[in-house]
T-cell receptor
Framework: QKEVEQNSGPLSVPEGAIASLNCTYSDRGSQSFFWYRQYSGKSPELIMFIYSNGDKEDGRFTAQLNKASQYVSLLIRDSQPSDSATYLCAVRAPSARQLTFGSGTQLTVLP | EAQVTQNPRYLITVTGKKLTVTCSQNMNHEYMSWYRQDPGLGLRQIYYSMNVEVTDKGDVPEGYKVSRKEKRNFPLILESPSPNQTSLYFC?????????????FGPGTRLTVT
């Protein structure tokens, strides 16, 4: 079983819609969760991180964490074509010395 | 400008010819790491370094070596490259592991081994 799992997609949403990206993890002790965006041919860039159960909002982005169910999600409101990218979920357990990444979900926002 | 640089950006080489990919950061970060990215597999960590002279294996260390003699530099060495090491490589740094949310990635090195 992969430690961090994401639906690879592709996920297509129309412009202006809400895009919902999901990630599940296997280590119940994980406490740090990150969402990265990666445009084709570019390096990943951090867009959100969350440590506590519940929601964390930053502009059009909302990260949601449910530790009991071991999932973290990213919502993108009012999706724009410029949001089209691959979104990577990353998790770190408190004792771990590294981040573990999921394989990413490819998002396409259709004009 | 705060940045992580990698060189070369693109490299085509032949099986068995030793190569080094350099990584340098100008942010005085303690934690540095190397990842490879392959289609469908996401980012997988090769090696990481908690500080100068402190390195450890990540998830896929076979066929790679690293060194951390200076805080700013973290080169990746392929002593005898093989075609299965054809991949996109990223170097990353953060102030320390506990501040992973400040992780900066380099621009990537696309390596092809024939």
């Amino acid at each position: 079983q992969k430690e961090v799992e994401q639906n690879s997609g592709p996920l297509s949403v129309p412009e202006g819609a809400i895009a919902s990206l999901n990630c599940t993890y296997s280590d119940r002790g994980s406490q740090s969760f990150f969402w990265y965006r990666q445009y084709s041919g570019k390096s990943p860039e951090l867009i959100m991180f969350i440590y506590s159960n519940g929601d964390k909002e930053d502009g059009r982005f909302t990260a949601q964490l449910n530790k009991a169910s071991q999932y973290v999600s990213l919502l993108i409101r009012d999706s724009q074509p410029s949001d089209s990218a691959t979104y990577l979920c990353a998790v770190r357990a408190p004792s771990a010395r590294q981040l573990t990444f999921g394989s990413g979900t490819q998002l396409t926002v259709l004009p | 400008e705060a940045q992580v640089t990698q060189n070369p950006r693109y490299l085509i080489t032949v099986t068995g010819k030793k190569l080094t990919v350099t990584c340098s950061q100008n942010m005085n970060h303690e934690y540095m790491s190397w990842y490879r990215q392959d289609p469908g597999l996401g980012l997988r960590q090769i090696y990481y370094s908690m500080n100068v002279e402190v390195t450890d294996k990540g998830d896929v260390p076979e066929g790679y070596k690293v060194s951390r003699k200076e805080k700013r530099n973290f080169p990746l060495i392929l002593e005898s490259p093989s075609p299965n090491q054809t991949s996109l490589y990223f170097c990353a740094s953060s102030p320390r592991l506990s501040k992973s949310y400040e992780q900066y990635f380099g621009p990537g090195t696309r390596l092809t081994v024939t």
